[in-house]
């Protein structure tokens, strides 16, 4: 009937995931986003593994115990516009009572998922999980239609908000949703991250839980994966069990990887998604950083990555950092890269790339000639300082 006003169930929501722990900082902030008046979209991103879904699932139990109306809506697998759509109406269909409208038999399904919006009355506030699998198919005009879909479905409800959550920064819809926010995730903090080990694996010692934590680079998802391989019945000293661990293989992601598991717990599968979105020339970029330290400044970036031009290569720098594969510092001019990632990227470039790693070296060591015979002709009392330097770097490629 026209003008009649719908409401829908009061959620839809996933329960908050096992042993979420670490964040409530950013549960709050996000929450404070959303609830925010002249905020109608916010967005969580980060690389993967690091709990973007975790964190959306708990802001969203928080918006409900304060009287919003909380809907969860996976895009995972999505390939274009009208699976969104038709997920939309399908999520509405099972929280709404709809009245026989002979009308709404004519529309299309976008004009059906808008009227159907516009009679709802509350407000109400959708997560949109994993939208980068649908923004980044890589057919530009899918990530135009969503962005026009969600721009149709805001106009024709002034009450309703989207949370999404994505591997790769939303800052490009800022154009078309002023007031959009974003946070990203980071890893959990030392504490945060020595805790949860301790909950997954409650008879190991404070050393074990801090060692444990290093180990997984603080990211929630390895460290699940990781205590996930620890038997409680084994006799074998846990610190000893991690150390044959460890032993076994110096790449912590193939380490961590078990093929049984379903592809969104394999951070192997998680990462090689993300890189197989990479144009070639992020691709190199990013297995070329994967031979520096994890933390690193923009000049020998360039350097590695052969180009004489600072800016060009800050650009490069800045899409990566958009798609959560590096960081920048509050300096300007210095990046880092997570170790997990790290890990990830030599492993991809020594078995499919090794031209590219060994070019990255290469430059890599005639950075550090280059800079010595500088500092040699302005400082000759340096000379002997040199071999020592040298082979300081050398062995920094391999830390």
Same mark, same amino acid.
């Given at each position: 009937?026209?003008?009649?006003? +719908? ?21 709050? &902030? ?29 802001? =969203? ?66 997560? +949109? ?6 923004? &980044? ?13 969600? &721009? ?33 995730? =980071? ?29 997984? =680079? ?61 144009? &070639? ?51 300007? =001019? ?13 492993e991809k470039g020594e078995q499919e790339m090794p031209e590219t790693v060994f070019c990255a070296k290469s430059r890599f060591r005639a950075y550090y000639v280059t800079l010595f015979k500088t500092l040699n002709e302005k400082f000759p009392s340096v000379d002997i300082l040199c071999p020592l330097l040298l082979n300081s770097t050398k062995r920094s490629e391999y830390h």
């Open positions: 009937m026209k003008g009649t006003k +719908l409401s829908l169930k009061r959620s839809s929501l996933p329960p908050i995931v096992p042993h979420f722990t670490g964040r409530k900082r950013e549960c709050d &902030e996000i929450t404070c986003q959303v609830t925010s008046e002249s905020t109608r979209l916010v967005s969580i991103w980060g690389s993967p593994g690091f709990g973007k879904t975790s964190v959306a699932i708990a802001v =969203g139990h928080q918006l409900q115990s304060s009287g919003l109306p909380v809907h969860f809506l996976s895009l995972r697998g999505l390939k274009s516009k009208a699976d969104l759509t038709s997920k939309f109406l399908g999520l509405l269909r099972q929280g709404l009572s709809l009245p026989n409208d002979q009308t709404a038999q004519q529309l299309s399904l976008d004009d059906e998922l808008c009227q159907t919006f516009s009679k709802i009355s509350d407000s109400l506030v959708c997560i +949109l999980d994993n939208a980068d699998d649908l923004l &980044e198919t890589g057919d530009p005009n899918v990530k135009d239609e969503v962005i026009d879909l969600l &721009e149709e479905i805001m106009r024709s409800n002034e009450k309703v908000k989207f949370l999404l959550t994505s591997r790769e920064s939303l800052q490009f819809i800022d154009v078309r949703f002023p007031g959009h926010q974003g946070s990203r995730i =980071g890893h959990l903090d030392d504490i945060f991250s020595q805790e949860l080990v301790y909950k997954l694996l409650p008879m190991a010692s404070a050393s074990d839980c801090k060692k444990m934590a290093q180990v997984c =680079g603080h990211v929630p998802l390895a460290i699940k994966l990781l205590c996930s391989s620890v038997s409680e019945d084994d006799p074998v000293e846990l610190s000893e069990y991690l150390e044959n661990y460890l032993k076994a293989s110096t790449d912590i992601i193939q380490m961590l990887d078990n093929p049984d598991y379903p592809s969104n717990l394999r951070l192997q599968v998680l990462f090689g998604t993300s890189f197989q979105r990479l144009s &070639e020339e992020e691709k190199r970029a990013l297995v070329s950083l994967a031979i520096l330290p994890d933390n690193f400044h923009l000049d020998i970036a360039a350097a590695v990555l052969g180009l004489a031009n600072t800016a060009r290569a800050n650009k490069i720098l800045q899409r990566l950092r958009r798609k959560s594969l590096i960081s920048s510092g509050t300096t300007h =001019g210095l990046f880092s890269i997570h170790k997990l990632i790290q890990s990830f990227s030599r």
